[in-house]
Each structure stands twice: as C-alpha cells, then as structure tokens.
C-alpha cells in the first residue's frame, strides 16, 4: 500500500510552525493539511510518521515516509534560528513523498 503524496509547505505553515516540536513544526503541518484523515503525525530529521484515523485495514494506521535532502535542509535551518545571518533561509516549496507501511519497509530492508 505504498502511498506517494506531494506535500506542500506554504508560507502559513513556516508561520505557524514551532521549531525543534515534531509535531508542530512546518512540515508536520503541510503533512496534515494534505492528509486530512490522521490521527498523529512526528516529523524528524529524516523520516515523517503518521497514524490514520481507524479504519477497515489496521495495517495501513501507522505510515512512515523518509524524507528527501530538500526536507531535511528545510529542518536544519527552521529548527536554527539563532544562526540565521539576515532574513529567514527558509521558504515555501513541495517535495515527494512515498508513505509506506511497517512490514513494506521491513520487507525492503530485506531486498537490500
């Protein structure tokens, strides 16, 4: 049940976002904006998790995704504001995602 989804980070969400809060940062609000039905979401450095809200297939409530350089550099900088020299280096713009199940990253950890 792979999922790819584009999320995009808009100029409300950098805003609204709360830096070093998983759950609260830029990203984990664009993630939310885009995929109405979750529970939860956590966003690290590298990887984005959610929960759906309950449905038929419990295999599909918990997702993972990891998240592309081009994320990862949005984080290291909105998550530094004290070293920003100037106006903010961050800004709005989308990336892809594939969201995956547990046993489908488990099952591609063993392909590799």
């Known amino acids: 049940m792979s999922l ?4 995009c980070v808009t100029a409300e969400h950098i805003a609204k976002g709360k830096p070093e809060q998983c759950s609260k940062c830029p ?20 990887w984005a998790s959610v929960e759906r809200v309950a449905g038929d297939d419990p295999d599909v409530l918990f997702l993972d995704a990891e998240l592309p350089q081009a994320a990862r550099d949005f984080i290291a900088a909105f998550d530094q504001p004290s070293e920003w020299h100037g106006p903010s280096p961050v800004h709005p713009f989308e990336f892809e995602v594939t969201w995956k199940t547990w046993a489908e990253q488990q099952e591609a ?3 590799q």
């Open 27 to 46: 990203i984990a609000l664009a993630i939310l904006a885009a995929f109405p039905v979750l529970a939860s979401v956590a966003v690290n450095p590298e």
């Open 109 to 111: 950890e063993v392909a």
């Open 4 to 7: 790819p989804m584009t999320i």
